[in-house]
């Protein structure tokens, strides 16, 4: 599968963006599929957030309330909602897909993942 990303931008603290991942080739729903972001180069890739085959969505720690997963079928493609976005919130952002991965959390999607979107690039002023 192929994943194209949009979205993103620039935005001040407490403000929304959202960014979408679109998959073709292939239909995204027997995939996991998630999002990652960086901060800066040389930084680590962390998780953000994943979505299950069987459609169970885990979110980490630091965004959890705020961050929001969620899926158009018809348009194969997934979303990130980002609420009351915080500076810390800054980075590039990856969605990625592995096929047939239910245990879907960002560890094993981050090893796994065959498939990455182009980066999009959020930017969280305070």
């Known amino acids: 599968v192929q994943l194209h990303q949009s979205g993103g931008g620039s935005v001040s603290a407490g403000g929304s963006l959202r960014l979408s991942c679109a998959a073709s080739?292939?239909?995204?729903?027997?995939?996991?599929m998630g999002w990652f972001r960086q901060a800066a180069p040389g930084k680590e890739r962390e998780g953000v957030a994943?979505?299950?085959?069987?459609?169970?969505?885990a979110y980490a720690d630091a965004v959890k309330g705020r961050f929001s997963l969620s899926q158009d079928n018809m348009k194969n493609t997934l979303y990130l909602e980002m609420d009351n976005l915080k500076p810390e919130d800054t980075g590039v952002y990856y969605c990625?897909?592995?096929?047939?991965?239910?245990?879907?959390?960002?560890?094993?999607?981050?090893?796994?993942?065959?498939?990455w979107g182009q980066g999009t690039q959020v930017t969280v002023s305070s």
């Open positions: 080739g292939h239909s995204f729903s027997p995939y996991c």
């Open positions: 994943t979505r299950a085959p069987d459609g169970d969505i």
């Open positions: 990625a897909a592995a096929h047939g991965l239910y245990d879907c959390w960002s560890s094993n999607l981050a090893n796994l993942a065959r498939s």
